[in-house]
């Protein structure tokens, strides 16, 4: 046994020789200055690594002079019809200069450029002030190959992508710091991508080859979380600060004024914080009151930023505001009632992981609050935060929690929340027409309370039933009522569901979950290459009970089953029992981890498919 | 002068004091009733001043009660260059009245209109309000001036469902008592007050209540309140017209904004030739021209100045290889003529739900512009946008509805075709075998036509791991669906689509003790079904059919043996036909065969219950099982 393995190795090594062989020879022709197309390239009919593509990017040359410009040179081909659009370009900057641009056909046998008409570049004005060139390249057909090159001042600091919706056959990136300040240059963590990174005085390389793209998968937060992407931290702020670890960065922002001043305790609220805390002497009483009348009173306008704006007295007069700007008042109000308060930086999930000391790591400003002699923490902006639960979007690995008192910093755990519980409650009748019809209660808590609540929160009462999205033809919900209460969120309707039972001779079959089974599974793609995102742990129960038509008995009944994910990740539980002419079905689905990682997708995908199944399992009911 | 400045204080007068009271408690009572929002005050004054001058002043004022009234509430305009925004701002009020927040001139965002187009001229102001709480009333004004005068904005004073009206007037002044075409719907109906006269046109409406959106109802022209309104001289981005009927229509655009685009450079006029030397009939170099146009070019939109009205040059587009629906059909058109054969350039309202032109207002409509080519035998239309449409296939795009044609007589209406229940086909056929662990495995063709076509024949262009991810979420019920061998054969001169493919699905059965529950109609699931309507007011109105037939051989397992069957079903109405047979035979084999018609067609209000419950009947029956027993 063992001893095929050193020959197995050398086969492997071998295929890895040739693969690198053959990339260099036939797809990086020596060199991709521009208008250096060959008649092989138009003629290619689909990529040999990327079959699938309608384009791809041949190259995409990247250099970054930081604080100076930026230059740009990609060179795209396009196999089909679909791949048309890529021919379309926006370029995000007004100041685009040395913009060069053609299309290559091969056209009996020869090849044809056709240039960019300068006339055909447009210039939107996407918001007064702000600036983008817009165009498309002429006479795309498939196989067509296009080129630009062009070089801006602007956006030296942004982003650098390394990965497209269309693959990247080759991308080099180089970024030349000659500027005093100090940068930091990491790639997006959460994306898997393989770079050749080579530093060079004050230059960096990044390289990388053959990199797919980037496919939307459900299941996700947001699909830009794992773009692979450079992105540029600056790790000082104009020779004054250098960041060299997170304890410098705190004290570069605490040193901030606007930062500093705005949670400081003020007293334009003090009636206000009077009135609303009254005798109450309980320290988490008092946090729940301010945080249920900010939460109240205030609007978010859907910008986060860890520098506030505007002053606490404006965002308290105006009632409106940014994230950091919104739980800074909430902190200062917090901190007037001598509560022991702070605020705490995070990233939000499409601001990525915070990995480097760096002005960019955080992007917004929750309320860590010392109840109990623990930290605990308050979002007030987002309506998907509540008393107990931040927003999904905030559950980005840590947090920092700055004591302005004592200038220090700590820690905090950001994805430790708790279980989010539903509990669904039917009790249905089969009437001698074979027709069923019931109540459902419906106990929402946690996450599914703050989903439920946002989504009949303004909503006409009439509207309610459209909240609940029982795709199943036949099915007619109506009385919608909805309970918003401290503990969560209640939902009782009536239904009535034609065509779910047959007759067949004289036997009676039904699945007994009717519209509340699983009718498709979720997971139907193949292979995964992302992480699957439940957002929250959860435990979702249904008790359903049945009333069987008058004259029928239970022939038979599905077997009860639990499935259980590895690692105890996860269960599925089935129970169903029969007494005095009801069946009685208990059906529980726990999820013990917010993500799991993608290569547990074959796991999670059968788990799906074995309680599907096990969902649409029938009863049997024959006469007495 | 002083005749307009009277009215214009009125006018104000009127405003101010309307502005009084916003509180909620002074709605009316039977204006809540159904209401999402009310519309309590909208005004819209429109000074025609000359031919090529007019100046829009707007104003609205709606109460919202909840999220799904914000659609009634007015915060921005548009506009571009041949049109200016002088004032524009916005108050927001509490339930009691009182002013909460009031936006000026320049807190207004300006923003690019260009949407989906590669660029447009078009910009739009508009005020991003964070709103507190429901609910609020909202008072928008502004006020535009306008050198293009094709059109005046008209006046529909129920404009969505599920929202009421207090009051709205509309007023066009008309000092040069340039004569307007006015096209009026169901005025009388709903009390509305009216004065017309050369120099003015004056619409007032009080109390109009909410209506519910009914499925299927025809367009709402045909029972709510609008007027639409258009000089017959004008400026349209520098160009005078002087319009009073469908020739006059024609002839302005003709002459004005197509004649002398058609020239081509010799070299494609010489390729073309070349490609059609040898063809007699017309026809077929029609087919072959159309095809070198969609091969050449792709739609891409670029609309700037009067190029939002005109198409670009014939040699542009064949410089660029691309345009916008207007230059690639004055392209094609241009193609055609080269080789003797003539076509008209046609003015449509396209879209799935597209209108009619409606011959009765003589003025700017439709929104994009396809190619009409008359033969002896038949007149076929263009698409020219796509580059993958058959020729003479142009779908529900652009299908079954009235057009104008500018010919050289002027403007002519006639109807695209129309695709019967009968072209839309769409025929399944399936081999299968289930295993011993009730799954099934098997082949399958799926065979389309018409408008059927249209919907599936796409998939060709999509890759091979999206395709199987369509088919997985139509078949969505097939648990652990896994598909092979898929290909596609697209025969475009018959308009006909095949999709073949192998097909493997898990456990397909539904198990009952010992016993096996098979529904032998595997791919079909009716999944929208209407909901029975009390009180409904209007006719309903379903604008296509289509004829389905399945055919499906399913083997099986040795151990398993029938227990039953279902008869035979067959129903007909005037809604369609439905029969479904299943035949089992000696060598453990079933036979199931669906035939389904759909039908199209205006149907009175009161049969509308008897459709839903038609297609109840066929969702049920659509689930008729088998049972099988070991054995």
Known sequence: ?624 | MVRLFLLLSVCYTTLLTAQNDYSVANIPEDLLDNANAVIRYESMFVEFDAINSMTLKGKKVVTVFNKKGLGAVSHSVGYDESSSVKDIGAIVYDSQGKEIKKYKKRDFTDLSATGSSLYTDNRVMTIDHTIASYPFTFEFFFELDSSSTVLFPAWDPSPIYRVSTQYSVYTLENPRRIPITVRKFNLDEFGVRMEESPARHFYEIRNLKAIDREHLSPDYTEFTPVVKLAPTQFELAGKRGNVTNWRDFGIWQKSTLLSGRDKLPKETIRKVTELVQHIEDPKEKARIIYNYMQEKTRYISVQVGIGGWQPSTASEVDRLGYGDCKGLTNYTQALLKSQGIESLYTIVDAGEDGKDIDEEFVALQGNHVILTVPFEDETVFLECTSQQLPFNFIGTHTDDRNVILITDEGGVLTRTHVYSPDDNIKHLTAELKMDASFGIAGDLQIESGGLVYGERFSLEQQSSDDIKLIYKSIWGHLNDLKLSDINFNNDKREVRFRENMRIETDNYVSKAGSRILVNPNIFKRIEDIPTIETDRTQPFEIRRGSTQRDTIRLQLPENYKLESLFDPIEISNEFGSYKATVVHSEDNQLLYVRELRLNSGRFPKDRYNDYVKFIKTLLRNDRSKIVLVPG
Request: proline content about 4%; aromatic content about 12%.
């Open chain 1, 1 to 624: 046994m063992y001893r095929l393995q050193p020959q197995f190795n050398k086969c492997i090594s071998a295929i890895v020789f040739f693969t690198l062989f053959s990339h260099s020879y036939q797809c990086w022709p020596q060199d991709f200055d521009f208008g250096n197309i060959s008649a092989a390239e138009l003629e290619t009919r689909a990529d040999a690594d990327f079959p699938n593509a309608n384009a791809v990017v041949l190259y995409r040359e990247v250099h970054s002079t930081l604080g100076e410009y930026i230059d740009v040179h990609e060179r795209i081909k396009i196999f089909n019809e679909e791949g048309y659009e890529n021919a379309t370009i926006v370029i995000p900057y007004d100041d685009v200069l040395r913009l060069k641009g053609a299309t290559y056909n091969l056209v009996n046998g020869s090849i044809v450029k056709t240039e960019l008409d300068k006339d055909m570049v447009f210039t939107d004005e996407v918001v007064k002030g702000v600036e983008i060139k817009k165009f498309t390249f002429p006479n795309i057909s498939s196989g067509s190959i296009i080129e630009l090159s062009y070089r801006s001042k602007n956006g030296t600091f942004a982003n650098i992508d390394l990965q497209y919706d269309i693959p990247i056959k080759r991308i080099e990136v180089k970024i030349t710091n000659d500027s005093d300040l100090d940068t930091e240059i990491i790639q997006n963590p959460r994306a898997f991508l393989r770079v050749n990174r080579q530093q060079k005085g004050k230059t960096l390389t990044v390289s990388a080859s053959n990199i797919p793209a980037l496919e939307a998968e459900n299941y996700v937060y947001d699909m830009d979380m794992y773009r692979s992407y450079l992105s540029i931290n600056p790790t000082s702020i104009t020779g004054s600060y250098r960041f060299n670890d997170w304890q410098t960065l705190v004290g570069a922002i605490m040193d901030v004024s606007s930062f500093n001043l705005a949670f400081r305790r003020k007293n334009y609220y003090k009636d206000e914080l009077e009135t609303l805390i009254g005798s109450e002497k309980d320290v988490e009483q008092q946090v729940r009151l301010v945080y249920n009348y900010l939460k109240e009173t205030m609007s978010w306008n859907g910008d986060h930023g860890i520098l506030p704006k505007q002053y606490t007295k404006e965002t308290f007069k105006n009632k409106e505001g940014s994230m950091a700007e919104i739980n800074g008042l909430f902190i200062s109000m917090l901190d007037k009632l001598n509560i022991e308060v702070n605020p705490v930086l995070v990233s939000t999930k499409l601001n990525g992981i915070p990995l480097t000391a760096s002005l960019g790591a955080f992007n917004t400003i929750i309320a860590g609050v010392v109840i109990d002699g623990k930290i605990r923490l308050f979002d007030i902006a987002s309506e998907q935060s509540n008393f107990e639960l931040l927003d999904p979007l905030l559950l980005n690995w840590r947090g920092i929690y700055i004591n302005m008192d004592e200038k220090t910093f700590n820690w905090v755990n950001l994805t430790d929340t708790d279980t989010s519980v539903l509990n669904v409650i039917a009790s249905m009748a089969i009437d001698g027409d074979l027709k069923v019809s019931g109540e459902v209660v419906e106990r929402n808590g946690g996450y599914f309370d703050i989903n439920r609540r946002n989504a009949i929160k303004d909503l006409p009462q009439d509207e309610f039933v459209n909240i609940l999205a029982y795709d199943n033809p036949g099915l007619e919900l109506f009385d919608v009522q909805a309970a918003i209460k401290d503990k969560g969120t209640d939902l009782e309707y009536s239904f009535e569901m034609e065509n779910a039972i047959d007759k067949i001779s004289d036997k009676v079959y039904f699945s007994p979950l009717f519209f509340l089974a699983l009718r498709e599974n979720p997971f139907q793609k193949e292979k995964r290459n992302y992480p699957i995102d439940f957002r929250f742990k959860f435990k979702q129960q249904q008790m359903i009970q049945i009333t069987l038509p008058e004259g029928y008995k239970v022939e038979s009944l599905p077997e009860p089953t639990k499935i259980v994910l590895p690692d105890d990740l996860g269960s599925f539980v089935y129970l169903i029992s029969e007494a005095n002419g009801a069946v009685r079905i208990t059906t529980t689905l726990e999820i013990k981890e917010p993500v799991f990682s993608y290569d547990k997708y074959d796991i999670i995908k059968e788990f799906f498919k074995v309680r599907m199944a096990k969902e649409q399992e029938q009863v049997v009911l024959m006469k007495y």
